[in-house]
Structure formats: C-alpha cells, structure tokens
C-alpha cells in the first residue's frame, strides 16, 4: 500500500542552525522557515534528488513536538512519512489492523498541501509514522 518515502522529518533545537549546516556545510537546496499554525511547528524544507528533509521546530504553546526536545535537547529524527494513493482507505486499512491512528482520525492539510495523518510509533518499531495522500 505505502508508496514513495516523501520526507523524514527532524527536530532541531536551532532552526537557522540546522538550516545553515544542511545548506553550507551538506551542500543542500533549503527553503524559508514556513509557520504552521495548526500542526504546532515551523518547517525548512530540504531538497534532495529523490525525497525531502523536514527540519522542524515547535511553534506555539502546544507543539506535539516540544516533549520531544525536551528529551532530545540536541534533536533527532521524529517521523518517516509515506505517500498513500488514498487516506481514508489507508486510515481504514489502519484501523482494522489494530494500529492507531492519532489525533481524531481525520486527516489534516499537511506541510504539501495534501492530506496527512499519523500513526502511533509504538505500532511502527517505534517511529513515528506520518502518512501523505500522493
Ligand atoms: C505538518 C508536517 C508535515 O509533514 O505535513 C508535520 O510532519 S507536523 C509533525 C508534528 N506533528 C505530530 O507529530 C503529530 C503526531 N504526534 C503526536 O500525536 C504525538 O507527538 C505522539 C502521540 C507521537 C507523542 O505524544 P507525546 O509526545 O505526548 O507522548 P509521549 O512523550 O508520552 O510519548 C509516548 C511514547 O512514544 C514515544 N515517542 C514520542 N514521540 C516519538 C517519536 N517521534 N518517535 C518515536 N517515539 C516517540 C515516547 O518516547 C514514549 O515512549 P516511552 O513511553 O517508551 O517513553
Ligand atoms: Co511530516
């Protein structure tokens, strides 16, 4: 079912920081930050050939991803995301598999414009699953 890798996603404590090292030191096409209101995190994008890097950071009070940094002040990898063809069959397919699937189960304007939604990561190996409608 779950198509192309579209990005892995990064918290970083420093996000000019983060943007600096994969633009001068990796070499790598980085966007602006972009806010995000409604998922808690402002985002650089990275461009590779073949896929994205999501350099996140909290934006906000409640950010889902603050707990995160708390327990990896220097930051780490925070999610995969895959492309589906279709984000409520693959919600459904989800659900009838036992996996859970976060927030209210409706998928939410992700970072591309596209539907997403997440998938706990202690039913993924522990990683967090984000899933894009292609
Ligand atoms: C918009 C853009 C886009 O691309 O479109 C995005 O991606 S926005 C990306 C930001 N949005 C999201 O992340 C939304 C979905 N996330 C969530 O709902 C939540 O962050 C969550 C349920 C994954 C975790 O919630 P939380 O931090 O309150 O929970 P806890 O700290 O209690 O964590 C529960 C257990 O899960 C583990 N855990 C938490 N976060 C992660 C993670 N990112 N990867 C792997 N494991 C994780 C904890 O270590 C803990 O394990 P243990 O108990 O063993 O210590
Ligand atoms: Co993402």
Redesign the pocket.
């Known amino acids: 079912m779950i198509g192309k890798l579209n990005?892995v996603?990064i918290v970083v404590p420093d996000l000019p920081a983060a943007t600096a090292l994969y633009r001068d030191t990796l070499g790598a096409a980085v966007s602006q930050p972009v806010d995000?209101p409604p998922?808690g995190?402002t985002?650089v994008f990275v461009t590779l050939p073949n896929t994205k890097i999501?350099l996140?950071h909290p934006f906000g009070e409640k950010s889902?991803?603050a707990?995160?940094l708390e327990?990896n002040p220097s930051g780490g990898i925070?999610?995969i995301?895959y492309e589906v063809d279709d984000i409520l069959a693959a919600r459904d397919r989800m659900k009838e598999q036992g996996a859970r699937v976060?927030?209210d189960g409706e998928p939410k304007i992700?970072?591309?414009d596209k539907p997403?939604l997440?998938l706990?990561?202690?039913d993924f190996c522990?990683?967090?699953v984000?899933l894009e409608q292609a």
């Open positions: 990005h996603a995000l998922h995190v985002v999501e996140l889902p991803i707990g995160f327990k925070h999610h995301c976060l927030g992700g970072a591309h997403v997440f706990h990561p202690k522990g990683t967090l984000e």
